[in-house]
Protein backbone atom coordinates (compact mmCIF):
# COMPACT_ATOMS: atom_id res chain seq x y z
CA UNK A 1 0.00 0.00 0.00
CA UNK A 2 2.01 3.11 -1.00
CA UNK A 3 -0.65 5.60 -0.76
CA UNK A 4 0.37 7.53 2.84
CA UNK A 5 -3.21 8.48 2.87
CA UNK A 6 -4.57 5.05 2.80
CA UNK A 7 -1.93 3.44 5.25
CA UNK A 8 -2.16 5.42 7.99
CA UNK A 9 -6.40 5.60 7.48
CA UNK A 10 -7.53 5.59 11.41
CA UNK A 11 -4.27 6.06 13.07
CA UNK A 12 -4.83 8.27 16.41
CA UNK A 13 -1.14 10.11 17.17
CA UNK A 14 -0.83 12.15 20.46
CA UNK A 15 1.26 15.30 19.65
CA UNK A 16 3.25 16.93 22.87
CA UNK A 17 4.55 20.20 21.79
CA UNK A 18 4.89 23.66 23.88
CA UNK A 19 5.04 26.06 20.91
CA UNK A 20 1.74 26.20 19.17
CA UNK A 21 2.64 27.14 15.32
CA UNK A 22 4.51 23.75 15.69
CA UNK A 23 1.75 21.76 17.27
CA UNK A 24 -0.56 23.29 14.87
CA UNK A 25 1.47 22.31 11.59
CA UNK A 26 2.01 18.88 13.19
CA UNK A 27 -1.83 18.29 13.45
CA UNK A 28 -2.85 19.47 9.93
CA UNK A 29 0.42 17.43 8.43
CA UNK A 30 -0.92 14.02 10.35
CA UNK A 31 -4.56 15.18 9.16
CA UNK A 32 -3.77 15.38 5.80
CA UNK A 33 -2.23 12.11 5.91
CA UNK A 34 -5.85 10.62 7.39
CA UNK A 35 -5.05 10.75 10.71
CA UNK A 36 -6.73 11.55 13.85
CA UNK A 37 -4.50 13.41 16.89
CA UNK A 38 -5.10 15.05 20.11
CA UNK A 39 -2.60 17.75 21.29
CA UNK A 40 -1.28 18.39 23.92
CA UNK A 41 0.61 21.55 25.11
CA UNK A 42 3.36 20.35 27.78
CA UNK A 43 4.62 17.13 29.39
CA UNK A 44 2.36 16.81 31.96
CA UNK A 45 -0.53 17.63 30.05
CA UNK A 46 0.30 14.36 27.90
CA UNK A 47 0.56 12.42 30.81
CA UNK A 48 -2.90 13.40 31.93
CA UNK A 49 -4.27 12.21 28.77
CA UNK A 50 -2.50 9.02 28.64
CA UNK A 51 -3.80 7.93 32.42
CA UNK A 52 -7.19 8.25 31.05
CA UNK A 53 -6.67 6.98 27.40
CA UNK A 54 -3.84 5.00 25.64
CA UNK A 55 -5.55 4.17 22.81
CA UNK A 56 -2.78 5.87 20.40
CA UNK A 57 -0.87 4.37 17.68
CA UNK A 58 1.94 6.40 18.30
CA UNK A 59 3.46 10.37 19.75
CA UNK A 60 5.06 12.84 18.57
CA UNK A 61 6.78 14.68 21.14
CA UNK A 62 8.68 17.86 21.16
CA UNK A 63 12.13 17.13 23.09
CA UNK A 64 12.35 21.06 24.43
CA UNK A 65 9.61 22.09 26.36
CA UNK A 66 9.90 23.84 29.68
CA UNK A 67 7.67 22.30 32.42
CA UNK A 68 9.24 18.77 31.33
CA UNK A 69 11.18 18.17 28.56
CA UNK A 70 10.31 15.10 26.07
CA UNK A 71 13.07 13.35 26.93
CA UNK A 72 11.86 12.89 30.80
CA UNK A 73 8.37 12.99 29.44
CA UNK A 74 9.23 9.74 27.31
CA UNK A 75 10.40 8.25 30.01
CA UNK A 76 7.25 8.68 32.34
CA UNK A 77 5.00 7.17 28.93
CA UNK A 78 7.16 3.96 29.10
CA UNK A 79 6.41 3.52 32.98
CA UNK A 80 2.54 3.93 32.32
CA UNK A 81 0.56 0.63 31.88
CA UNK A 82 -0.05 -0.42 28.15
CA UNK A 83 2.25 2.37 26.37
CA UNK A 84 5.64 -0.02 26.84
CA UNK A 85 5.58 -0.71 22.75
CA UNK A 86 3.71 2.76 21.49
CA UNK A 87 6.12 4.63 18.89
CA UNK A 88 7.28 7.69 20.56
CA UNK A 89 8.81 10.07 17.96
CA UNK A 90 10.92 12.78 19.21
CA UNK A 91 10.31 16.07 17.83
CA UNK A 92 13.80 18.21 17.35
CA UNK A 93 15.80 20.81 15.88
CA UNK A 94 18.96 18.79 17.25
CA UNK A 95 20.46 16.97 13.90
CA UNK A 96 23.48 15.85 15.28
CA UNK A 97 24.33 12.22 15.76
CA UNK A 98 25.42 12.57 19.37
CA UNK A 99 21.80 13.78 20.15
CA UNK A 100 20.27 10.24 19.01
CA UNK A 101 21.80 7.99 22.34
CA UNK A 102 19.85 10.62 24.66
CA UNK A 103 16.71 10.20 22.82
CA UNK A 104 16.66 6.47 22.57
CA UNK A 105 17.95 5.89 26.21
CA UNK A 106 14.66 8.05 27.20
CA UNK A 107 12.71 5.22 25.17
CA UNK A 108 11.52 7.54 22.48
CA UNK A 109 12.09 5.55 18.74
CA UNK A 110 13.29 7.85 16.23
CA UNK A 111 13.81 11.40 15.70
CA UNK A 112 12.09 13.79 12.95
CA UNK A 113 13.80 16.91 12.56
CA UNK A 114 12.35 20.23 12.51
CA UNK A 115 10.69 22.06 10.93
CA UNK A 116 8.37 19.56 9.71
CA UNK A 117 7.98 18.33 6.19
CA UNK A 118 5.36 16.21 5.49
CA UNK A 119 7.66 13.99 3.50
CA UNK A 120 10.21 13.41 6.12
CA UNK A 121 7.02 13.26 8.40
CA UNK A 122 5.67 10.40 6.32
CA UNK A 123 8.65 8.60 6.13
CA UNK A 124 9.08 8.71 9.85
CA UNK A 125 5.87 7.43 10.64
CA UNK A 126 5.59 4.86 7.59
CA UNK A 127 8.68 2.81 9.92
CA UNK A 128 6.77 3.14 12.80
CA UNK A 129 2.88 3.51 12.56
CA UNK A 130 0.43 0.64 11.83
CA UNK A 131 -2.87 1.64 12.92
CA UNK A 132 -4.85 -0.82 15.18
CA UNK A 133 -8.01 -2.09 14.69
CA UNK A 134 -10.89 -0.59 15.82
CA UNK A 135 -11.55 -1.44 19.68
CA UNK A 136 -7.90 -2.79 19.98
CA UNK A 137 -6.13 -1.22 23.10
CA UNK A 138 -2.09 0.11 22.82
CA UNK A 139 -0.64 -3.06 24.36
CA UNK A 140 -2.62 -5.41 21.95
Known sequence: MNDPERQFAGARLLVVDDADISAELAAEMLQNLDMTCVVASEGSA???ILA???NFDGILLDCEMPDMDGYATAQAIRAMAGLADVPILAMT?????????????????????????????????NLWIRPRPLGASAGS
Open 52 to 54: NDT
Open 46 to 48: ALA
Open 93 to 125: GHTTAEDMPHILESGMNARITKPLSLQRLSSVL
